[in-house]
């Protein structure tokens, strides 16, 4: 099975401070996504990544696809409070076969911003 | 729309109990997949199913068995309820993960706790 390794697994900022969280597979990913999960809440999408050098960026938040799509990083920029929550990276397993549809996921990287 | 919808929401279980938990999607979504949320460990697959009539097993699929009768729907069964299972479970659905913005759309969870 595909392993998704996050790092670092919790990070505290303060307000302002830019900041990065990384995915990391030992396997291709075909398709990236990137969540955010306030506590004791649901999961909001943020984006999807697919294609190799791929990057997409949403209000302060980017994230990139490496070329050998084995890696991904989001990027906080001038982080606020609200930016404060679990991240989680999910990729799919294979692009074909049985295995089509498994969507698993990173251990997760808590973030707290200070204000 | 009502998206995914997850019932219930809290549940207590003795040990050795059994229940079902309800996911509901209005989406016509091919794939759904159950997933256990537990602190430091991230979204764990539990099952997965890529169509009506078609399940596999995700990462921990022990005490725990699908099926996927209707498009609809995607029921998660516990057997014989354990400690272990304490967990927040999520229940998500998509067109086909992988491709280009196919948004995974997840439930609001359901937090069982087994005594």
Sequence with gaps: SQELEQSPQSLIVQEGKNLTINCTSSKTLYGLYWYKQKYGEGLIFLMMLQKGGEEKSHEKITAKLDEKKQQSSLHITASQPSHAGIYLCGAVANAG??????????QGTILTVHP | NAGVTQTPKFQVLKT??????????????????????????????????????????????????????????????????????????????????????????????????VV
């Design chain 1, 97 to 106: 076969g049985t295995s089509y549809g498994k969507l698993t996921f990173g």
């Design chain 2, 16 to 113: 050795g109990q059994s229940m079902t938990l309800q996911c509901a999607q209005d989406m016509n979504h091919e794939y759904m997949s159950w997933y256990r949320q537990d602190p430091g460990m991230g979204l764990r697959l539990i099952h997965y199913s890529v169509g009506a009539g078609i399940t596999d097993q995700g990462e921990v699929p022990n005490g725990y068995n699908v099926s996927r009768s209707t498009t609809e729907d995607f029921p998660l069964r516990l057997l014989s309820a354990a400690p272990s299972q304490t967990s927040v479970y999520f229940c998500a659905s998509s067109y086909s993960p992988g491709y280009q913005n196919t948004e995974a759309f997840f439930g609001q969870g359901t937090r069982l706790t």
